[in-house]
């Protein structure tokens, strides 16, 4: 089993210790900031990765982002694509972001290069139902706002 025979240097002190440090050779550099092991045959084996993934954070340079991931499923892209049925599928990870239950119910809205679905409540789902005796006066309210 390997060990770490110090702590290794984080943050401001590796900074100024790898500064120090500017005329040795990278791996020199890494053992003498801590990036090291000693094997069960106490071979020394220096840690580059570690070392440089410490450099960078110290110069604030994330690499990974601050919350690990669970490994499981995929990162929501935000965008969809038109089906060879000409249908568009909203995933679930949308729909649970939003909070939406089966059976909720949306006003689809058709812009220029957009589409706006518009959830409606309960007093919604009543006026927006389509009335027989209506049809002439919906026709022109749809003419005056384009």
Same mark, same amino acid.
């Given at each position: ?9 984080? +943050?401001?002190?590796?900074?100024? !210790? ?11 550099r890494a053992k003498q900031c801590?990036?090291y092991t000693v094997t069960k ?8 990765t570690d070392f440089y993934d410490? @450099?960078?954070? *110290? ?9 690990? !991931? ?15 049925? +000409?249908?568009?599928?909203?995933? *679930?990870?949308?729909? !649970? *972001? ?14 220029? !290069? ?6 409606? +409540?309960? /007093? ?7 009335? @027989?005796? /209506?049809?002439?006066? /919906? ?8």
């Amino acid at each position: 089993m390997t060990e770490t025979a110090t702590a290794p240097l984080t +943050g401001k002190a590796l900074l100024a !210790k790898v500064k120090e440090l500017s005329t040795l050779p990278r791996r020199e550099r890494a053992k003498q900031c801590g990036y090291y092991t000693v094997t069960k045959n106490n071979q020394v084996r220096v840690n580059l990765t570690d070392f440089y993934d410490a @450099l960078l954070s *110290a110069r604030g340079i994330p690499l990974s982002p601050e919350a690990p !991931k669970d490994g499981r499923g995929r990162e929501p892209t935000y965008r969809v694509s038109v089906h060879q049925n +000409g249908q568009i599928v909203i995933g *679930a990870t949308y729909t !649970k *972001a939003m909070g939406l239950k089966p059976g909720d119910e949306f006003e689809i809205r058709l812009g220029y !290069k957009h589409i706006h679905l518009i959830q409606l +409540g309960e /007093s919604d789902k009543k006026l927006t139902s389509p009335d @027989l005796d /209506s049809d002439d006066e /919906s026709d022109e309210d749809l003419d005056e706002e384009e």
